[in-house]
């Protein structure tokens, strides 16, 4: 088809004027059908994408419900995903909760609104902040180790052993990381809260000259366990949806080297977007 | 379950050999995408022998037997093991089949999180449930068995060499003494004294373990030595296959060709 069009186009340069109008209107059907045809591949490819998707959330769900459990892998990515990621969880919690509290002092000064710095660190690190930040943190230090290690073991041909040696690789491999981020995910945002709060203190007693106690009651008044419950919750969301991401782009790497770093950022993008949509989604469903 | 005519036919044809077909391939195709591999593979592995199948680089040996294994899902056609169809099952009846089946990658496709013994363990400790130390003294024994040290059996696979590597693969594929055997080139990478402990190795599972073995070599010295039987795939098709004393006068110019090696007749290298 490609090559009609092209022909048709050096008829049209090439023929005197008498004959313009009919090439013309060549070149605009060609034009629809060739657009359409690019229309409809897509979707087809797009639909086949979400269905391939869905199956394979259904899969790795299901299997990891299921026995036999491999408790020793489990354990490994609770190390892996949730002890690994402490650092970066808790530095970034540490400065975000720090320029929070510097931030609000400098707007809120000018409406003699002090007295609110604390429930804007509190409020926000702990609904917001926390789980959003630490799962864009853990999308990017654990996805992608997790979309590149599984990645490899498609390419290598690994994944297959497993299946010959009579192993499931929806238990062995994935169950295990999808458990691990889901439980592991909570963790670290409660620990980042603490941190994140902690940080907002430390700048309001020693930067902004506030009294401890009472930055501490204001804290401790306008908290309420949903602040908290809802960032953990949002927080499992996220850890499910990194890990989830980082075993199925793994999992349907291309071949060679250059699937798997596709591989990898497909899965820490991917991550990192739905972590984005579904804080809304999830803040709609708890605050209004 | 009834069972489709494809099945049936072929069930038929693996009642006709003269001996008792363990395996049977009946109009075998797989396509990727516009690349056509297998264009309809007929073949039969005896129980309890073993056939080599030939052809040239690219031309879908590594595809069939993963279709055989159920890895990748052939576009049409039936395989039967003990007559029992296997292409579609999956889940409990699938993980039973492969229990009886044991794989040697063409890359070793070894775990590389796992030590070496726990590679070789892998099957028996995951899929049979043996208890581990029972299990590692198999899997030593396994790994001596390929011509390695036991000090290896604490090593990660990348700490080996390539033909160790090779190696260690094998002893993971015979360590649960399975049924049926795959060897996608035992022998590249090894050098010709390792080649013939390996090539040994084969035989005695065939003919002390009664196992049944598909290989796949482009070493004829090693291809004599182990096959009972061989196949040569070209284009998608078997075009000839029979015992391997046949290999010298098969009458087939492309058998010729192959197995001396010559750059010109019907095979064209560049296609
Ligand atoms: N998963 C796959 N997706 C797409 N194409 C594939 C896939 N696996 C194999 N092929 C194609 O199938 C053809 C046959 O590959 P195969 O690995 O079976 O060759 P082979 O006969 O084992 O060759 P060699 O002797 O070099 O190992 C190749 O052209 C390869 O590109
Ligand atoms: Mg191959």
Redesign the pocket.
């Known amino acids: 088809m490609k090559n009609k069009i092209l022909v048709s186009f050096q008829d049209f340069v090439r023929s005197p004027m008498g004959q313009k109008t009919q090439a013309a209107t060549e070149i605009g059907w060609e034009y629809v059908l060739d657009s359409c045809q690019a229309i409809g591949r897509t979707m087809l490819a797009f639909f086949a994408a979400v269905g391939r998707l869905t199956v394979f959330i259904l899969q790795s769900v299901w299997y990891s419900l299921l026995p036999p459990y491999y408790a020793r892998h489990i354990f490994r990515q609770f190390i892996d995903i949730g002890y690994y990621s402490l650092p970066v969880v808790g530095m970034t919690a540490l400065f975000t909760g720090m320029v929070l509290a510097l931030q609000s002092y400098t707007g809120f000064t000018r409406f003699n609104a002090e007295s609110a710095i604390a429930g804007v660190v509190v409020l926000s690190v702990t609904r917001e902040l926390s789980p959003v930040l630490a799962g864009l943190m853990v999308a990017g230090r654990v996805g992608a180790a997790i979309a590149a290690e599984i990645g490899t073991m498609r390419v290598t041909e690994q994944i297959d052993a497993l299946k010959t040696l009579s192993v499931n690789p929806f238990q062995y491999l994935i169950a295990p990381r999808l458990i691990a981020g889901t439980l592991m995910l909570p963790i670290l945002v409660l620990i980042g809260d603490i941190i994140g709060v902690f940080g907002g203190y430390a700048v309001a007693i020693y930067a902004l000259d506030f009294s401890p106690g009472s930055y501490l009651s204001q804290t401790w008044d306008i908290l309420e366990s949903i602040d908290v419950v809802s960032g953990l919750i949002k927080a499992a969301a996220f850890g499910l949806l990194v890990s989830m991401m980082g075993c199925y782009h793994g999992y349907n790497s291309g071949?060679g080297a250059q699937g798997v770093g596709q591989a990898t950022t497909n899965a820490v993008v991917s991550a990192s977007i739905l972590i984005l949509i579904f804080n809304y989604i999830l803040t709609q469903i708890f605050f209004s | 379950m009834t069972d489709s005519p494809v099945t049936a036919a072929c069930k038929i044809r693996a009642a006709q050999q003269d001996l008792p077909a363990k395996l049977q391939l009946c109009g075998v195709r797989k396509r990727?995408?516009r690349?056509d591999?297998l264009r309809g593979v007929d073949l039969t592995v005896p129980a309890g022998k073993s056939l080599v199948v030939i052809?040239?680089?690219?031309?879908?040996?590594?595809?069939?037997i993963k279709c055989i294994l159920g890895l990748?899902a052939p576009d049409e056609g039936s395989i039967l093991v003990d007559g029992e169809e296997t292409v579609n099952i999956d889940g409990k009846a699938r993980s039973r089949m492969m229990s009886r089946f044991g794989m040697l990658f063409?890359g070793a496709a070894l775990f590389d999180s796992l030590k070496v013994w726990e590679n070789v363990a892998f099957g028996l400790i995951h899929g049979r449930h043996v208890e581990k130390e029972q299990a590692r003294q198999t899997a030593l024994e396994k790994i001596r068995a390929v011509g390695l040290k036991e000090e290896v059996g604490d090593l990660f696979p990348a700490e080996l060499s390539g033909g160790m590597q090779k190696r260690v693969g094998l002893a993971r594929a015979i360590a649960a003494n399975p049924e049926i055997i795959f060897f996608?080139?035992p022998t590249t990478g090894l050098d010709p004294i390792m080649a013939d402990v390996i090539n040994g190795l084969i035989v005695d599972c065939v003919t002390d373990l009664g196992a049944t073995a598909l290989s796949?070599t482009?070493d004829m010295a090693s291809a004599r030595k182990i096959a009972d039987y061989v196949a040569m795939i070209h284009e998608g098709h078997i075009i000839w296959h029979g015992p391997i004393a046949d290999l010298d006068n098969s009458g087939s110019a492309y058998v010729e060709q192959f197995i001396h090696g010559r750059a010109e007749g019907p095979i064209a290298v560049n296609k």
């Open positions: 071949r | 990727f995408g690349n591999v052809g040239g680089s690219g031309t879908g040996k590594s595809v069939m990748i063409q996608d080139e796949i482009h």
